[in-house]
């Protein structure tokens, strides 16, 4: 019995009295934060999509769209379910393949087309969401 007096019976009234208290509780939440929420999800134009920080191979680059043009379609003629992007840098136009969400992925699809693409390389940088067959 002193042990339900001495600790059991103080820790009792403690909790009912702190589950009393919370009842009066309100919550004020700062606009900002929601704005941020907002904010890192929204749709950056040209994207058209969601984006994720992943991988793309840049297969190409030259002042000539039609180069570009060529090394697009001769890729999509070996690799169809991979998207390609062809983005003008001026004075560049660039040819970017892939959404990869590991650098392993895109390193393999570097590897396949080295033999047409011999300066590919693999970049990092936001991508959509891949694609899922």
Known sequence: ??????????????LTSFVHAQK???LHKDERIQALIQQRGAIVPPATSPQIVGY????AFDSNKKVI????????????????????NSPHFLLK???????????KVREA???????????????????VD
């Open 97 to 107: 393949v892939g959404d990869f969400r590991t650098k392993e992925e895109a390193e």
């Open 69 to 88: 043009d060529e090394a697009r379609l001769k890729f999509l003629n070996n690799y169809p379910k991979i998207d390609t992007y062809v983005i003008f």
């Open 24 to 26: 009066g509780v309100k």
């Open 1 to 14: 019995m002193t042990m339900f007096k001495t600790f059991i019976l103080p820790t009792a009234l403690v």
């Open 56 to 59: 793309r191979v840049q297969l």
């Open 113 to 131: 087309v080295m033999r047409d693409h011999p300066t590919s390389f693999v970049i990092k940088e936001s991508i959509n969401l891949p694609r």
